[in-house]
């Protein structure tokens, strides 16, 4: 079995290092869109992409809700031997998945405009949001796919290959969106179609590889289980949540930008929210990298080595976190310079000064999230689904509804800070209960 190698720490960097690349890259795909269509179309079809950025990150929350959760229980069997059980669980996801996305398709299709509406279009942008919608609508399905199937084959085994084929995928999506937007003129709809036709691409490099020779985990025949998607739901909720997340804050701050500043202050926004995916990204790449090697060592009951992962987790998250923070504050300036251009110096200033302030948060959620991923991979779900609901909805809404009265629109941009700082409280004393309740099996089970 690949997910055993002949060094814990090695396995942990051969995990995470695809894993964040992996998300880099995924996240990639909208911010190219971005880039090509404020150069080759304007400003105002920039922030259409924005608004429709829930969108795509609802397709991908219910896709890594069931691939985390059927990741978890998958490595579980593998390391219990039961491979006819991680088959079965692996079949039904897809299938599942599959249905799913025919039914969101069909409903986001007859629905445009108030699906649009819903998101946050205004006057000024609907008909780039509509038009933006309706290319990508029908590539749903590959959407919801693809991540699933990015989890499992490093859950199979294979971390490298599936870098390999996001990064193929990401690849094609720049030459595409260079193509349909900047040569052939066609506007936010080309942004959108590229990066359709790019994961579609991406889709049948995986099933090449799980109808192949290679893996352990493959198609079979099965029959409806229920309580294991239950199971899978459980343990992918936290995750799932931490994806909607993004996008729910997305249209929060879309909502509170539009009434408390102007619409030049979402083109600020549009900006962070890219910074910001792929700050997460990276946390959930490092969360989502370990996880497969911890609930394989789990399912082993070799607790010693999951003490350990976790131990690895937490330092990348903290590297990774001060990192990302510098390179922001020292760097923003040609960050904004991607997407606005020379002839609009107080635009691009503003764009600095809040995207400094917002990266701050960077700081404290690299260790929220990555716990949460360790939560998430021992099927200590309760504490893993706190930690998401506290850092994304619950007390990021609170936080958002206090700094903005308190001190109006420029509260917006702290918000993320002192929501992350809350979580962190909430975090340590999960992290507190699930040692002290699992001492005697953290202490008595000796690593071999």
């Not at 304007?42 to 990741?71: D, K």
């Not at 099927?379 to 700094?403: D, N």
């Not at 917006?412 to 800070?417: C, E, G, S």
């Amino acid at each position: 079995m690949r997910l055993e190698g002949s060094s814990l720490k090695k396995d942990f960097i051969r995990f995470i290092v695809p894993s964040i690349a992996a998300q880099w890259v995924f996240t990639l795909y909208t911010m190219v869109d971005g880039i090509f269509v404020a150069r080759g179309v304007s400003e105002t079809a920039l922030t259409a992409v924005n608004i429709a950025m829930p969108y795509t990150m609802a397709l991908f929350s219910v896709s890594i809700l069931f691939a985390v959760g059927t990741s978890t229980v998958t490595a579980i069997f593998l390391g219990e031997k039961n491979g006819r059980k991680a088959n079965e669980a692996f079949t039904q996801n897809i299938m599942l998945l599959t249905v799913v996305s025919v039914a969101v398709t069909a409903f986001v299709m007859l629905n445009l405009e108030q699906v649009a509406e819903f998101l946050g279009a205004t006057s000024f942008n609907k008909d780039y949001v509509v038009e933006y919608l309706r290319a990508l609508a029908p590539f749903s399905a590959v959407f919801i796919l693809s991540y699933s199937f990015e989890m499992l084959i490093k859950t199979d085994g294979f971390p490298k290959r599936a870098t390999m084929i996001v990064t193929t995928g990401a690849l094609l999506n720049v030459v595409l969106d260079y193509l349909m937007v900047m040569r052939w003129h066609m506007g936010v709809g080309g942004a959108a179609l590229a990066t359709g036709i790019s994961n579609t691409v991406v889709i049948a490099l995986y099933l090449f590889h799980f109808c192949g020779k290679d893996g352990v985990i493959k198609f079979c025949k099965f029959s409806l289980d229920v309580p294991l998607i239950g199971r899978e739901f459980k343990n992918g909720l936290s995750s799932g949540i931490t994806e909607m997340s993004a996008g729910f804050i997305i249209f929060l701050f879309n909502q509170a930008i539009i009434r408390l500043l102007n619409e030049d202050a979402l083109v600020s926004y549009t900006i962070i929210s890219y910074v910001n995916s792929l700050g997460i990204m990276a946390m959930v790449g490092i969360a989502q990298g370990y996880q497969p090697l911890v609930s394989y060592y789990y399912g082993q009951k070799r607790m010693e080595r999951c003490r350990k992962l976790r131990k690895y987790g937490i330092a990348a998250a903290a590297a990774l976190s001060v990192a990302y923070t510098a390179g922001c504050v020292l760097f923003a300036g040609g960050i904004v310079g991607l997407f606005v251009s020379p002839d609009m110096p107080e635009l691009a200033e503003y764009s600095v000064s809040v995207l400094r302030i917002f990266s701050l948060s960077f700081l404290l959620a690299g260790y929220n999230v990555v716990i949460g991923g360790y939560f998430i991979a021992v099927e200590e779900s309760f504490a893993a689904t706190g930690i998401s609901l506290s850092r994304s909805i619950v007390s990021l809404t609170v936080c958002l509804m206090l700094l903005t009265s308190l001190f109006g629109g420029a509260g917006i941009w702290w918000t993320p800070l002192l929501s992350e700082a809350v979580t962190l409280v909430f975090t340590g004393i999960s992290s507190y209960l699930h040692y002290r309740s699992n001492a005697v099996k953290y202490h008595q089970c000796v690593d071999v």
